[in-house]
């Protein structure tokens, strides 16, 4: 006599086959957790990227403009290690001083202000109810951010210098968490002609 296995009219899934489906289903997940967190961390980062690039764009068009007014001559468009004007080094987003001009040896710091406390610059920035003017605005000292302007010579096609061009790069480097820094530059060329 045989047997005969009988087939079961019920279908099933195997522990196995459940452990696969649970796998791909957390690396899904995990995935878009990790989408979530980059853009929760660009979105608190938009503020300092922001500000980074104005000042960046503050910084050159305030040289340009000294430029344009005659303010300053072109030979003081240079780092002071160059016999110009301009700091070498980085430093902290401070007021300009009586020259107008930030980045100088005659920079100062701000005042207080408001919510702004003396030294470095400072933002105010609108506070939960989303309107700038109000009680609940918030300060925003920019003291972790620098501010360097480097000018150098631009060189002609056969090599020798250029005397009535040079290249400006303003670069701001701020820190974000866990002691990162990012840096935003804007590089152009000036000529002593307007």
């Known amino acids: 006599m045989q047997r005969r296995a009988q087939s079961s009219a019920q279908g099933g899934f195997t522990i196995i086959e459940t452990m696969i489906a649970i796998t791909i289903m ?23 990227n922001l500000i980074a690039r104005q000042k960046t764009m503050e910084a050159m068009e305030n040289i340009y403009t000294a430029r344009n007014a005659q303010q300053i001559t072109f030979a003081q468009i240079a780092n002071i290690a160059s016999g110009g004007i301009f700091t ?37 920035l609108p506070g939960p109810d989303g309107v700038l003017g109000t009680s609940d605005d918030k300060a925003m000292s920019l003291a972790n951010f620098t501010r360097q302007i480097q000018i150098s010579n631009v060189n002609n096609p056969d090599g020798t210098v250029n005397s009535s061009l040079r290249q400006i790069v303003v ?24």
């Open 88 to 124: 070498n080094a980085a430093t902290q987003l401070l007021a300009a001083g009586p020259d107008g001009l930030v980045n100088t040896a005659d920079d100062a710091s701000f005042p207080a202000n408001g919510p702004c406390p003396a030294g470095p610059e400072c933002v105010v």
């Open 26 to 48: 957390s690396i899904g997940i995990l995935t878009l957790l990790a989408a979530f967190a980059t853009a929760v961390g660009a979105t608190n980062n938009a503020e300092e």
């Open 171 to 194: 670069t701001i480097t701020y820190q974000v968490a866990q002691g990162k820094t990012r840096t935003y530059s804007v590089q152009a060329l000036i000529s002593q002609y307007r």
